[in-house]
C-alpha cells in the first residue's frame, strides 16, 4: 500500500480551505454581480432623467415661445401693422443690400468649425463661448407663416439662453441694423424644426426628412432689426451632413 500524499488531517484542512475559498470567491461573484445590476439601474436612472430633461426643455422653450408672441402681439410691433410712419416709412438703404462675403465670411468659417464638433464633450460650452464671444442675438421664430403686407412673413423674438435660442444673429460691423443668422449649432435639426421652427422659411437646405446633428452655411441668411422687430431681408443656405 503506497503511503498518503497527505495525512487525514491535512488532507481535511485542504478540503476545508479549499471549500471556504470557493464560498469567499462566490461571495465576491454575486457581490459584483449586485454591483454592476445597481449600477445598470443607475445608468437606467441617469438616461431616464436626461430625457426628462431634454423633455423640460423643449416644453420651456414652447412657453417661452407662447409668452414672446403674446407680447409682441401685445406691443404690436411697426413690422405688423403699426401706421404709416417717418419712421416705417424711411428707407434702409444698407438693409436692402446684398451683403458681401468678405463682411460674413470669418464668421462663418469660425461657426462651420465650431458646428463640426456638437458631437464631443463640453458642446454646449464651446456654443455659449462663441455666442459670448461674438456677442450674439438669441432667436427663436415665434410664428413660421405670420401674414404681413398680404404675404407670409416669420417673426422671430429674442431669448436670453443659448440652449433655447434657433438662431444667432451677428451684428455686422458698421451696420447696426443688419444681421449675419446662422442656425443653433446644437439643437438637433429634425422635421419639426424645419416646419415649424421657421427653418424652411429662413434657409434654402437639402432637408428632405430625419434628424441631423450636423449644419454647414453656405450662405448665412440676412436680418436687419429696426426698434426691436426683426425681420428676414435674404434667406441663407445650409447643408445638413
Known amino acids: 500500500m503506497e503511503p498518503a500524499l497527505f ?3 491535512v ?3 485542504i478540503i476545508i480551505l479549499a471549500a471556504t475559498i470557493s464560498l469567499v470567491a462566490l461571495v465576491g461573484v454575486a457581490y459584483n454581480y449586485s454591483i454592476l445590476i445597481s449600477n445598470r439601474d443607475k445608468f ?3 438616461d431616464k432623467l436626461e430625457h426628462e430633461l431634454k423633455s423640460l426643455q423643449q416644453d420651456v422653450q414652447e412657453i417661452r415661445k407662447h409668452m414672446t408672441k403674446a407680447q409682441l402681439q401685445a406691443a404690436a410691433p411697426i413690422d405688423k401693422g403699426v401706421p404709416v410712419t417717418a419712421v416705417n416709412t424711411q428707407k434702409n438703404k444698407t438693409a436692402d443690400k446684398e451683403l458681401q462675403p468678405e463682411v460674413w465670411q470669418q464668421f462663418v468659417d469660425d461657426y462651420n468649425n465650431l458646428a463640426k464638433s456638437m458631437n464631443v464633450p463640453k458642446a454646449e460650452e464651446a456654443c455659449e463661448n462663441f455666442a459670448r464671444d461674438y456677442k ?3 432667436l427663436i421664430c415665434v410664428e413660421p407663416e405670420a401674414q ?3 404675404s407670409a412673413t416669420p417673426v422671430y423674438a429674442p431669448v436670453d439662453k443659448v440652449n433655447l435660442s434657433n438662431y444667432w444673429a451677428w451684428n455686422v460691423p458698421g451696420q447696426p441694423e443688419d444681421f449675419a443668422v446662422v442656425p443653433n449649432p446644437f439643437v438637433e ?5 424645419h416646419h415649424e421652427g421657421g427653418m424652411k422659411e429662413t434657409f434654402a437646405s437639402n432637408y428632405e ?3 441631423f446633428r450636423e449644419i454647414q452655411v453656405k450662405l448665412p441668411a440676412h436680418f436687419s432689426q429696426r426698434l426691436g422687430a426683426w425681420k428676414i431681408v435674404q434667406p441663407g443656405v445650409i447643408r445638413l451632413k
Open 11 to 13: 488532507a481535511n484542512i
Open 189 to 193: 435639426y429634425n422635421e419639426k424644426l
Open 136 to 138: 450674439l442675438h438669441l
Open 7 to 9: 495525512s487525514p488531517m
Open 148 to 150: 404681413s403686407a398680404g
Open 44 to 46: 437606467a436612472k441617469i
Open 209 to 211: 426628412t430625419g434628424s
